[in-house]
């Protein structure tokens, strides 16, 4: 029964947490909203149309897809000032993100040059035991060469001792 109303207590705390988190985070875009709705609504001038003759924004997909959800917009707001403090940050920020990329690609070629290195050095590690290898076999079929000659030479000589025995008498086991 206690783990039941303790499953049920932490349930209703992960709600509450949950919904004062949206609130927390979607507050303010509703409270700026609604004020904004107030503020035009009733005897406010009304604005002519807004033109705007600023070049489409540069696509971030094409110059740096890591930054695509860092896109700025600013054909709104005619402050040139403003807009050249913005374009700043997203060049520092280009800049970065590319001298990101470099410091990687730098690291990853050191690693891909030190794994090379080490596998070149353990292929000659591995050759020159398969070049030892290779000498104890031909050393060792040598060797057996020689025995088998050896032995068929003592067999031949032993095969004209039992025959001479023989001729004396001998009769053997």
Avoid at 11 to 37: D, E, N, T
Avoid at 53 to 64: G, R, T, V
Avoid at 90 to 104: A, G, I
Wanted: aromatic share 8%.
């Amino acid at each position: 029964m206690s783990s039941r109303r303790s499953g049920f207590f932490l349930r209703v705390c992960l709600v509450i947490l949950a919904v004062a988190s949206a609130l927390y985070v979607s507050g303010p875009a509703f409270i700026w909203r609604f004020k904004k709705g107030i503020r035009f609504s009733g005897n406010a001038p009304n604005c002519g149309a807004c033109v705007c003759d600023c070049p489409p924004p540069l696509s971030l997909m094409k110059i740096a897809p890591g930054l695509i959800n860092l896109s700025v917009t600013d054909c709104g707001k005619h402050d040139p000032d403003l807009s050249k403090e913005m374009e700043k940050q997203f060049v520092d920020l280009l800049t970065e993100e590319l001298k990101l990329q470099e410091t990687v690609a730098e690291e990853y070629n050191h690693h891909m040059n030190l794994t090379f290195i080490e596998a070149r050095r353990l292929a000659s590690q591995y050759q020159k035991e398969a070049e030892k290898c290779n000498t104890a076999t031909e050393t060792c079929e040598e060797a057996r060469e020689r025995s088998e000659a050896a032995l068929t030479k003592e067999r031949k000589v032993t095969a004209l001792w039992e025959k001479r025995a023989r001729q004396f008498g001998w009769e053997g086991e």
